[in-house]
């Protein structure tokens, strides 16, 4: 089992900035995805970003594209989302996932057997 704790949420102005932790505590990473997605109200919980681990190769949505940055500590096993210029749409519950999985299968959620609890991002206007 991979335990998954995100932390770094809160409340911000847009046009700020924010930065998201995952971390998995007490195992490596290893070769594993680990993504993180995000879900507003009323809607599907949508990719963000990631990282295939093994290699440090980060991707990310279009939507988000320019402004959030994924990066990885190995020693602590724990991933990054630096999130800049916040918009009032990036507004939603983030988390994190992990899992075995390749390019055709990293962005959709329901593939992703590892979960954290999610941690709020509210983005004011």
């Known amino acids: 089992q991979v335990q998954l704790i995100e932390s770094g949420g809160g409340l911000v102005q847009a046009g700020g900035s924010l930065r998201l932790s995952c971390a998995g505590p007490?195992?490596?990473?290893?070769?594993?995805?680990v993504s993180w997605f995000r879900q507003a109200p009323g809607k599907e919980r949508e990719f963000v970003g990631g990282i295939d681990w093994r290699v440090d190769k980060s991707y990310y949505a279009d939507s988000v594209k320019g402004r959030f940055t994924i990066s990885r500590d190995n020693a602590k096993n724990t991933m990054y989302l630096q999130m800049n210029s916040l918009k009032t749409e990036d507004t939603a519950v983030y988390y994190c996932?992990?899992?075995?999985?390749?390019?055709?299968?990293?962005?959709?959620?329901?593939?992703?057997?590892?979960w954290g609890r999610g941690t709020q991002v509210t983005v004011s206007s």
């Open positions: 007490g195992r490596t990473f290893g070769a594993y995805t």
């Open positions: 996932a992990a899992g075995l999985l390749g390019i055709a299968t990293r962005r959709t959620a329901s593939n992703y057997p590892h």
